[in-house]
């Protein structure tokens, strides 16, 4: 009977122990947001290989197009959009102009955000010639999708002998 005893202890003594014990469980849950960017070059129905002789000045030495920079991020941090170019002749150059319709950054009627940002001070005249190397256009911009509608002019420094030339242009949105 002792031993019977004995056992019923141990077993009350082990229970008890169970029901003073604590229970939990833990579970970390992570949402990861990406950083998501993106520019949009829009000529609309203009198309990119004209003929000098019949969509460019011959007395300005210029082709012009119409264009609306579309850009776009998710940071909630200052950045910046910026352009270069390249040419294949060093008598043609890449000069963005500002249009008074469009005298500042904006948000498009689709567009959303409230910090487009403004132009950087080194296009603070009313154009800019573009290098190969990335030069600022638009700083201070955050989270929101934004435009701007500067014309974009291929100019020539003397009259174009004949052959073909192009310019390619770009536009990064990055880090300020």
């Known amino acids: 009977m002792r031993r019977w005893t004995m056992q019923l202890l141990v077993l009350t003594a082990s229970l008890w122990g169970l029901a003073l014990a604590d229970a939990s469980d833990s579970k970390t849950f992570t949402v990861t947001v990406p950083g998501t960017e993106w520019v949009s070059i829009d000529t609309g ?3 990119l290989s004209v003929d000098y002789s019949k969509y460019c000045s011959a007395a300005g030495l210029s082709c012009t197009w119409y264009s609306t920079i579309t850009y776009s991020t998710n940071y909630t941090t200052n950045r910046k959009l910026v352009a270069s170019a390249t040419t294949t ?29 403004s132009w950087a ?5 009313t154009e800019l010639t573009l290098s190969s190397a990335d ?10 999708t934004y435009a701007i509608a500067p014309i974009i002019k291929l100019v020539f420094s003397s009259p174009p002998p004949v052959g073909e030339y192009s310019a390619t242009v770009t536009f990064t949105l990055m880090a300020q």
């Not at 890449?94 to 487009?116: C, N, T």
């Not at 001070?121 to 005249?125: D, K």
């Open 121 to 125: 001070s080194g296009f603070s005249g």
């Open 135 to 144: 030069q600022d256009i638009v700083v201070g911009i955050s989270n929101g």
């Open 89 to 117: 002749s060093p008598i043609l150059s890449v000069v963005l102009q500002k249009r008074d319709a469009f005298p500042k950054p904006f948000v498009p009627d689709w567009g959303y955000g409230s910090s487009p940002g």
């Open 45 to 47: 129905s203009a198309s």
